[in-house]
Structures are given as structure tokens and as C-alpha cells.
């Protein structure tokens, strides 16, 4: 059973940066396309970057140029870098494995103006 954990969220200015981690485990991560999605009070979950096995990587257009996904195959960990970081992106920040459908629990990111 795939599971996914993330760390690294909290609260920062805006401006600011973090840096987001999963943890993979009971999957064949090498091969497996990585995706980060968002969820902000009283919207639905959208988004923002995914990964492929091969490292090419694609971004949500209000992300991209800020924010940069990365992988470690060696550690089963994917990245988000998130910079100038402003208060819309305030959200509980998700990473998925869409092979398996396996969702992590969240972690939140809260951007103060």
C-alpha cells in the first residue's frame, strides 16, 4: 500500500519561501510520476505541479516561475521550493501518486500579508 507523507509547510510573510517534502513508500517511486495539488479555505483542490519518472516537470500558471518541483528517486522524496511566496497561496498542500490514487495528509502553508 502506497503511503505518502509531507513536512515543511508553515506560517511565512509574504515574500518568503519553503520548502515542501513526501515521503514515498510501498511504491515503485523511480518509476512513478509525482504530482503537488493545494486546497485554501472553501475552494476545491487544485493543481499545481507534477514531476514525471524522468524528471520533466510541468507547473499551474499561477505557480510557475515562483514555485519549483524536484525529486530525489534515491531518498523516494519529492520537492516543492515555493518562493515569493504571497497570501493566496495559503493552503493545505497535498502530494499524490496518480498511479495508485494515494493522497498524503496535507501539510498547511499559511502566507501573512
Known amino acids: 500500500q502506497v503511503q505518502l507523507v509531507e513536512s515543511g509547510g508553515g506560517l511565512v510573510q509574504a515574500g518568503g519561501s519553503l520548502r515542501l517534502s513526501c515521503v514515498a513508500s510501498g511504491s515503485n517511486f523511480n518509476i512513478n510520476t509525482m504530482g503537488w495539488y493545494r486546497q485554501a479555505p472553501g475552494k476545491q483542490r487544485e493543481w499545481v505541479a507534477t514531476?514525471?519518472?524522468?524528471?520533466?516537470?510541468y507547473y499551474a500558471g499561477s505557480v510557475k516561475g515562483r514555485f519549483t518541483i524536484s525529486r530525489d528517486n534515491a531518498k523516494n522524496t519529492v520537492y516543492l521550493q515555493m518562493s515569493s511566496l504571497k497570501p493566496e497561496d495559503t493552503a493545505v498542500y497535498y502530494c499524490?501518486?496518480?498511479?495508485?490514487?494515494?493522497w498524503g495528509q496535507g501539510t498547511q502553508v499559511t502566507v501573512s500579508s
Open positions: 499524490r501518486d496518480p498511479r495508485s490514487d494515494a
Open positions: 514531476i514525471s519518472s524522468g524528471g520533466s516537470t
